[in-house]
């Protein structure tokens, strides 16, 4: 069960295992863009190509749904961002249980967004995680970990590029002690829990009385979705790639040199690597300024 670019890797590795995939679950296809064109979620698409069973209900609740998934006669359900809460009735189908593929290290970042909330606080590493799927949010007991380090300027995108095959890794590393009877499971330490909220638009507007790291960790953290941005006469700015510019201070808001995007914040400075102004295609910054009216002591807001 899986949605996203970031579970195909998951499929993917057990597509070439020895395991059998017996069904796969995503999401149902969505209206994208200004033309609202149906598209089908990144999973199907690929248990499609391997010529696998693919269903793709509104709910996991309704009678129907539930004596298919029980009809199918499953050892292991593998959840990998599916994007839908499995009720108790589901989790207790498997013969071996429910095993989901987190991308935190747990108990830390609970819930929907782990990977950007990891960048948003600033955190040097972050992992995957491997667990048993209970009733409530991400609290099932944790079967295996894996830890690597977050980049200084690496985004969301790219650390979920590279969680992807880790979480795909480890996943199988889980089946196969599930399979010889040698997995061991760890209780979750509530008193360690935080949460990763769900995503909103209303988080991307870049606060530049802020310091210069939590503006740059908001750009990493929000890139491509929903996007890290400000104004700049008048017209959204978004930021898609930044990095801190030592050096650097001026006023808030303030653009600090004239060949880079240096802008400054409440103590430091932020540099602009890759922006897209509305109504514009997405460039490198330097290009953009080479390109348009804009100069040293302008201010974004």
């Known amino acids: 069960m899986g949605t996203p670019d970031f579970a195909v890797s998951t499929l993917k590795k057990l597509m070439g295992s020895d395991h059998e995939i017996v069904a796969v679950f995503t999401q149902p296809d969505k209206p994208v863009g200004r033309k609202q064109l149906f598209k089908p979620p990144s999973v199907k698409v690929k248990a499609l ?28 359900i593998v959840v990998v961002a599916y994007g839908k809460i499995l009720p108790k009735e589901v989790l207790d189908i498997p013969k071996y249980g429910c095993i989901n593929v987190h991308g935190s290290l747990l108990p830390k970042y609970r819930g929907a967004s782990p990977i950007q909330t990891s960048i948003l606080n600033g955190d040097k590493v972050t992992g995957v995680t491997t667990m048993y799927m209970s009733e409530g949010l991400d609290t099932g007991d944790i079967i295996d970990k894996a830890q690597i380090e977050i980049g200084d300027n690496e985004t969301a995108s790219e650390l979920f590029a590279r969680l992807a095959p ?46 210069a ?38 006023k808030p808001g303030e653009l600090l040199d004239d060949r880079r995007m240096i802008i400054g914040c409440c103590d430091k400075a ?26 040293k002591g302008d201010i974004l807001e």
Request: hydrophobic letters at 35%; glycine letters at 6%; one cysteine or more.
């Open 270 to 295: 932020v540099e602009f690597m890759e922006i897209q102004l509305e109504g514009k295609k997405r460039v490198a910054a330097r290009d953009f300024l080479n390109g348009n009216q804009i100069k």
């Open 166 to 211: 880790i979480g795909a890794e480890l996943l199988c590393e889980t089946l196969n002690k599930i399979e010889t009877k040698t997995i061991k499971r760890t209780v979750q330490d509530d008193k360690l829990a935080s949460y990763a909220p769900i995503l909103t638009k209303q988080m991307a507007k870049i606060d530049f009385l802020d310091s």
């Open 213 to 250: 790291f939590n503006v740059h960790k908001k750009i990493c953290g929000l890139s491509e979705w929903p996007c890290a941005y400000c104004y700049l006469k008048g017209k959204k700015l978004k930021v898609y790639h930044s990095c801190l510019a030592d050096g650097f201070s001026g």
């Open 49 to 76: 190509e391997g010529g696998l069973n693919v269903y793709q209900p509104d709910s996991l609740r309704d009678e129907e749904t539930k004596k298919l998934l029980s009809s199918l006669d499953v050892d292991v």
